[in-house]
Nanobody, 124 residues
Framework: QLQLAQAGGGLVNPGGSLSLSCTAS???????LAWFRQAPGEKREAIAC????????YYLYSVKGRFTISREDAKKAMYLQMDNLTPEDSALYYC??????????????????WGPGTQVVVSS
Protein backbone atom coordinates (compact mmCIF):
# COMPACT_ATOMS: atom_id res chain seq x y z
CA GLN A 1 0.00 0.00 0.00
CA LEU A 2 1.10 3.54 -0.71
CA GLN A 3 2.99 5.15 2.15
CA LEU A 4 3.95 8.80 2.35
CA ALA A 5 6.93 10.37 4.09
CA GLN A 6 7.43 14.06 4.67
CA ALA A 7 10.40 16.39 5.05
CA GLY A 8 10.87 20.09 5.55
CA GLY A 9 9.05 22.57 7.73
CA GLY A 10 10.38 24.21 10.86
CA LEU A 11 10.53 27.72 12.28
CA VAL A 12 10.66 30.80 10.07
CA ASN A 13 10.20 34.54 10.50
CA PRO A 14 7.13 36.25 9.06
CA GLY A 15 7.73 36.99 5.41
CA GLY A 16 10.08 34.06 5.10
CA SER A 17 9.91 30.90 3.01
CA LEU A 18 9.83 27.17 3.64
CA SER A 19 9.67 24.12 1.45
CA LEU A 20 7.93 20.85 2.20
CA SER A 21 8.40 17.58 0.38
CA CYS A 22 6.41 14.38 0.34
CA THR A 23 7.78 11.13 -1.05
CA ALA A 24 5.82 7.99 -1.78
CA SER A 25 6.66 4.31 -1.48
CA UNK A 26 5.28 3.55 -4.96
CA UNK A 27 4.34 5.33 -8.15
CA UNK A 28 2.17 8.39 -7.71
CA UNK A 29 1.05 9.10 -11.27
CA UNK A 30 -2.46 7.70 -10.71
CA UNK A 31 -3.13 9.86 -7.65
CA UNK A 32 -4.27 13.41 -7.18
CA LEU A 33 -2.03 14.69 -4.39
CA ALA A 34 -2.77 17.38 -1.84
CA TRP A 35 -1.44 19.32 1.09
CA PHE A 36 -3.57 19.90 4.16
CA ARG A 37 -2.87 21.74 7.36
CA GLN A 38 -4.32 21.73 10.83
CA ALA A 39 -3.81 24.37 13.47
CA PRO A 40 -4.52 23.66 17.15
CA GLY A 41 -8.25 23.61 17.77
CA GLU A 42 -9.04 23.87 14.09
CA LYS A 43 -10.25 21.34 11.56
CA ARG A 44 -7.91 20.01 8.91
CA GLU A 45 -8.14 22.15 5.78
CA ALA A 46 -7.03 21.56 2.23
CA ILE A 47 -4.58 24.18 1.06
CA ALA A 48 -3.42 22.87 -2.31
CA CYS A 49 -4.10 19.99 -4.66
CA UNK A 50 -2.46 18.88 -7.87
CA UNK A 51 -4.16 16.59 -10.33
CA UNK A 52 -2.78 13.49 -11.96
CA UNK A 53 -0.34 14.33 -14.73
CA UNK A 54 -0.05 17.87 -13.33
CA UNK A 55 -2.89 19.14 -15.48
CA UNK A 56 -4.21 21.54 -12.83
CA UNK A 57 -3.44 22.95 -9.41
CA TYR A 58 -5.93 24.25 -6.89
CA TYR A 59 -5.27 26.47 -3.90
CA LEU A 60 -7.04 27.68 -0.80
CA TYR A 61 -7.79 31.35 -1.35
CA SER A 62 -5.64 32.51 1.55
CA VAL A 63 -2.48 30.84 0.17
CA LYS A 64 -2.96 31.47 -3.54
CA GLY A 65 -0.08 33.48 -4.93
CA ARG A 66 2.14 32.60 -1.96
CA PHE A 67 2.23 28.78 -2.07
CA THR A 68 3.13 26.59 -5.02
CA ILE A 69 2.36 22.89 -5.27
CA SER A 70 4.29 20.70 -7.68
CA ARG A 71 4.91 17.04 -8.32
CA GLU A 72 7.65 14.92 -9.83
CA ASP A 73 6.23 11.48 -10.50
CA ALA A 74 9.56 10.10 -11.71
CA LYS A 75 10.81 10.66 -8.16
CA LYS A 76 7.49 9.71 -6.57
CA ALA A 77 7.48 13.13 -4.94
CA MET A 78 5.35 16.17 -4.33
CA TYR A 79 6.42 19.56 -3.04
CA LEU A 80 4.99 22.68 -1.46
CA GLN A 81 6.91 25.92 -1.74
CA MET A 82 5.64 28.44 0.78
CA ASP A 83 6.61 32.10 0.42
CA ASN A 84 5.69 35.26 2.30
CA LEU A 85 4.63 33.23 5.30
CA THR A 86 2.50 34.76 8.05
CA PRO A 87 1.82 33.60 11.61
CA GLU A 88 -1.60 32.43 10.41
CA ASP A 89 0.19 29.79 8.33
CA SER A 90 1.49 28.08 11.47
CA ALA A 91 0.10 24.57 11.61
CA LEU A 92 0.84 20.90 11.22
CA TYR A 93 1.10 20.22 7.50
CA TYR A 94 0.13 16.90 5.94
CA CYS A 95 0.51 15.49 2.47
CA UNK A 96 -2.20 13.19 1.20
CA UNK A 97 -3.00 10.96 -1.74
CA UNK A 98 -6.51 10.68 -3.09
CA UNK A 99 -8.16 7.46 -4.20
CA UNK A 100 -6.48 6.42 -7.48
CA UNK A 101 -7.86 7.89 -10.69
CA UNK A 102 -10.10 10.43 -9.00
CA UNK A 103 -9.87 14.22 -9.19
CA UNK A 104 -8.78 16.74 -6.57
CA UNK A 105 -11.04 17.31 -3.61
CA UNK A 106 -10.96 19.55 -0.55
CA UNK A 107 -12.66 16.89 1.58
CA UNK A 108 -10.10 15.18 3.79
CA UNK A 109 -12.38 12.15 4.12
CA UNK A 110 -11.79 11.30 0.48
CA UNK A 111 -8.04 10.88 0.85
CA UNK A 112 -6.81 7.36 1.30
CA UNK A 113 -3.21 7.89 2.40
CA TRP A 114 -1.61 10.46 4.66
CA GLY A 115 1.88 11.54 5.57
CA PRO A 116 2.83 11.79 9.25
CA GLY A 117 2.70 15.58 9.34
CA THR A 118 5.37 18.21 9.74
CA GLN A 119 5.26 21.32 11.88
CA VAL A 120 5.46 24.81 10.43
CA VAL A 121 5.84 27.71 12.85
CA VAL A 122 5.90 31.29 11.61
CA SER A 123 7.02 33.60 14.38
CA SER A 124 9.44 36.39 15.09
Amino acid sequence: QLQLAQAGGGLVNPGGSLSLSCTASEITSTYALAWFRQAPGEKREAIACITRHDTAQYYLYSVKGRFTISREDAKKAMYLQMDNLTPEDSALYYCAAHIPNTPCSADAREYSRWGPGTQVVVSS
